[in-house]
């Protein structure tokens, strides 16, 4: 294990490479613990570089076995090898020459997945972001682009199957026994964006036609017995690339594109050049075994890895602090395919939830940090949703200042410009500007300054002069580091509806630049005066999310219905309906603190479910109507002090209010809704199926009976329907004979298929209630838990801390010790999985005292402990700061 030096990598010393490289030749002689690696490097020292600087080469847990200078021998006084790092000596001043670096390494005892491992019997790499330098020493840098050639030689009948990056270049017999094969990748790339794949795997075939007329062949690899369920994320694949060539003109640039599924993987994929990886999860589909939501993460899952072709690869990063320059960019991509596939606003409103709930903590806790950060210890924990999350938020409000043709002006000069190149953010956004003559400057702030702006609203009409002024005033919370911000140019989208539903036009503004319906706040205090306005309008603010800012408005009740009835933007309807549930759920926790009773607001009910109830809205936006914000949503708006237990017992009296006011709606949606004959994963089936379950739910609660989940769960004929109701029963009546029955049916029926056991597992992980860590101990001992495999624990333990709050956040703080050991001993075997989930806890200052105690003294335990990964060391002192 690697672990903690102490260094601290800053974005200030960034300097390029003293060597140039020119070419690199791999040959991997495979063996499940003894892989021979022997890498031909051709360099030459960049101009003007002191002659006399070594070479220096990154490593990670490697030993030199052999090394040739120009095909010679060199003199061990002319070099050090330690298992960081190469460092060669007296190199020439400025001819090239050939380094060739022998090292062996053990695929089989790799648990950290980094590097070259073995899953369920494949060879497989992981490179990024410093995987490349545990498999052989090298530059192992974003900044140094080469074409690589690879040899793979491997015994046949275990090996049936030997891929790299780029074209296949032949492959044959090699001994008794062996066969290799050889792959040549035309485009320079980085280290990261290597891959080698190796072992016996089924493929399905097919073919795309790019926009110019190149045939490219398409192969997707999986387990033997599973290529059906590749279909979906073949057409997705296709989709992607007519998509990319349609919406950005980008064309595929090699004669093979391969994706390899692969079943322990630490992330969710990986875009290596021509042959991505994936965690099988985001592949495999069918009907049985994978939800609407399943399908819906392999479509964008597919699309975000085929995108960085060019965002990422032929474009990458000069080093790690521009993260966010190929993932928010490649984010924003992916959100923008899955608009265009699905529906717009209901894509949108999932992505701000999933914004608000994942990176708005982050942002307001102790792990804050820029879209571009200015250092790091451990660049494995900037992998996080504000890089790739916020960074597409950054990247939309580019598209929102400039309207869509100067986006694409920029975007067009950027793949013009720097095709080829490792470059910045600055490089990124000089793009934008010079492609629209406008100075981005204050706006580029947006990749500086942490923390999620808060902007104050308050308004005021004069019915004499008919003029609206609107105040607004930003402030940026201090982050980590970041004591005292700048104001920011915050782009809010808005729009004024009159009291007959009809959107008011002003005759006049005055106070900052409105342009079309976008306002742009820029000063930290500025208001903004309407003129023309008749009678007093409601103000709907940050329409579409235009800026991922929190609003502090106190707007009425009756206002916020006005904007959730009247809206012509349909995102906007379902924030000011969430709105008017945050106060409602609330207030019910603050009700119920001081022993009052909680009542709900009749006109947030009748406003939600005239929403729900209305045939003229896709089914998939009622359902998110009727999704109430979730306990960690409720215990964000709060702030501080919070007691899940009391969030938890509001909002559960908030469901059961809605439940009883509309049963006869939830009655018919829960008849109505079932789409006509077989299973279609589209989206308007989809949306169906998810409003008819969120009706199941209601009815639940206003029935107070398992009955009908029970039956829904019989009638179920596909994966959706069925986690759904098994999810209601296990839930809503744990102690049930029904919920046990059907718990145990459900595995039976599915016993063998990993997927669909993590879906048993994390439904059973996620059971409120402070019996959650005996259920979640007890499964651990289970046989299908395999602790070595990253799915798995995500499912049971991971599912556990992140998303079951009274489970996790239980009074004596159990299930706290309970983490900090499992965080232990995961680090063992895996650092980058174990810091991920410790990052659970990053917003356990925001507890009631008693368990922020608690809370604490885990850290500390972790903290103490005597090996500790680099990345959980990391993400532990932040915590603890
Ligand atoms: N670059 C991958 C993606 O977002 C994520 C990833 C990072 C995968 C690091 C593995 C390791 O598409
Ligand atoms: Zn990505």
Known sequence: MRTDKGQIVNLADYRPTDFILERVDLTFELDPTNTKVDSRLIFHRREGVDPSAPLVLDGDELTLSGLLFDQNELPTSQYDATPESLIVRDLPASEPFELTITTYINPEANTQLMGLYRTNGIYCTQCEAEGFRRITYFPDRPDVLAPYTITIIGDKAANPVMLSNGNFLGGAGYDEGRAFAAWFDPHPKPSYLFALVAGDLGVVDDTFETMSGNEVALKIYVEHGKEARAAYAMDALKRSMKWDEERFGREYDLNIFQIVAVSDFNMGAMENKGLNVFNDKYVLADPETATDQDYANIEAIIAHEYFHNWTGNRITCRDWFQLCLKEGLTVYRDHEFSADMRSRAVKRIAEVRHLKSEQFPEDAGPLAHPVRPTKYREINNFYTTTVYEKGSEVTRMIATLLGESGFKAGMDLYFERHDGQAVTVEDFVTCFEDANHRDL??????????????????????????????????????????????????????????????????????????????????????????????????LSLNRSFSAPVNLHFDQTPTDLAHIARYDTDLFARWQA?????????????????????????????????EAAGDETLEPAFRAQ?????????????LGGNNDPEAI?????????????????????????????????????????????NIALSYLSYAEASHARAAEAFAAADNMTDLAQALTVLAHRFPDSTQ??????????????????????????????????????????????????????????????????????????????????????????????????????????????????DHAHSALMQIERATVLSADVRDIVERMLK
């Open 441 to 538: 400057t204050q706006f580029s702030l947006w990749y500086r300054q942490a923390g999620t702006p808060l902007v104050t609203v308050s308004s005021q009409y004069d019915q004499s002069s008919g003029s609206f002024t609107l105040s607004l005033e930003q402030m940026i919370p201090a982050t980590p580091g970041q004591p005292t911000k700048e104001p920011m140019h915050i782009p809010l989208s808005f729009a004024l509806i009159s009291d007959n539903g009809a959107l008011a036009t002003p005759t006049a503004v005055k106070g900052g630049e409105v342009t079309g319906e976008v306002l742009h706040l820029t000063e930290r205090q500025q208001n903004f005066t309407f003129s023309g306005i008749s009678p007093r309008p409601v």
């Open 577 to 609: 309906l969430t709105e008017l549930a945050v106060l409602n759920l609330t207030q019910g926790v603050r009700d119920l603190k001081t022993g009052k009773a909680l009542t709900c607001d009749p006109a947030f009910l009748s406003a939600l479910l």
């Open 625 to 637: 109507a009727l999704t109430l914000p979730s306990e960690s949503d409720i215990a964000r708006e």
């Open 648 to 692: 938890h017992a509001a909002r559960q009296a908030v469901l059961y209010a809605v439940a009883k006011e509309g049963q006869p709606l939830f009655l018919r949606l829960f008849e109505d809704m079932k789409p006509a004959g077989a299973y279609s994963p589209d989206a308007a089936s989809a949306g169906k199926r998810s409003l008819r």
């Open 739 to 852: 919920a046990t029955e059907a718990l145990e049916t459900f595995q039976s029926r599915f016993e063998g298929n990993a997927l669909v056991t993590d879906k048993w597992f994390s439904i059973q992980a996620t059971i409120p209630g402070a019996g959650a860590l005996e259920r979640v101990k007890q499964l651990m001992a289970d046989a299908r838990f395999v602790a070595s495999n990253p799915n798995r624990v995500r499912a049971l333990v991971g599912s556990f801390a992140f998303s079951n709050p009274t489970g996790f956040n239980r009074a004596d703080g159990e299930a706290y010790r309970f983490l900090a050991e499992q965080i232990l001993a995961i680090d063992q075997r895996n650092p980058q999985l174990a810091a991920r989930i410790l990052t659970s806890m990053r917003s356990w200052r925001s507890l009631e005292a008693q368990r922020a």
